[in-house]
């Protein structure tokens, strides 16, 4: 069975988007969120989901996992169509202007977290910090500390599946002993989920304590020493390539 492609989670795959420098995808995907978010309806988010669809070709994944990877965010978006349909004033009802609007906002959302899930599943964390560092450098000149805040961009990404992994591992370890998490009402299972809550917090708090003896014990200063050189043709064609899609979408 296909696991989900959580925001963060690196697939080691041989893929020519693996390939791709860092520092393109993140340009390519700053401009592909733009995209989304501004591309009229419908031709330009056709556009938008016609270049999603290539990503997922070229990264070798399939959109069921990303389908999988939008779990967390169902809410979200459930709440954001139910906003948009539901009429409360006036003559209350459901408003297919609104359900209309509702539904294209879903669609630019899940063009977003599958880009971004394409670009955390084809890049190392590492290879992150130093894209957002080598791009950020100029700001270095205002007092910015760009190191920390690539390392700590970097490090939030990498315990997203972290704290997944970690509560999936203590839910499970719970249910061994006998709770009952997913039964009862409201505030029965609020309470069972306070053993997988509390569990969870300790062990993040342990992990990140532990990190940060690491950090300490190597004399981290925040300073990353970066080995990436000049970007190659291959990347160039992609950021161009990239930079003309996104461009297209939105005037189209």
Known sequence: MRRAV???TYVDRRTPLHRVDARAKLVVLLLASVASFAAPVPIGLAVVALGLACALVASRTSPYEVLLGLRPALVVLGLSLVANAVVLVGQPGISWAGLARGATAV????????????????????????????????????????GDLAMMLSMALRFIPLTME???????????????????????????????????????????????????DRSYTGEQTSFAGPLAARDVVVLAVGAAWAVAAVLL
């Open 6 to 8: 959580t925001l963060g």
């Open 107 to 146: 669609c630019r959302i899940v063009l977003v977290v599958g880009f971004a899930l394409v670009f955390s599943a084809t890049t190392m964390p590492p290879a992150i910090a130093d894209a957002l560092s080598a791009l950020l450098a100029p700001l270095r000149r205002l007092g910015l500390p760009v």
């Open 166 to 216: 970690e509560a999936e591992r203590i839910r499970s370890a719970q249910r061994a002993r006998g709770a009952r998490l997913d039964e009862g009402g409201p505030l029965a299972r609020l309470r069972g989920w306070g053993q997988v809550l509390v569990p969870l917090l300790v062990s993040l708090f342990r992990r990140a304590d532990e990190l940060a003896s690491a950090m300490t």
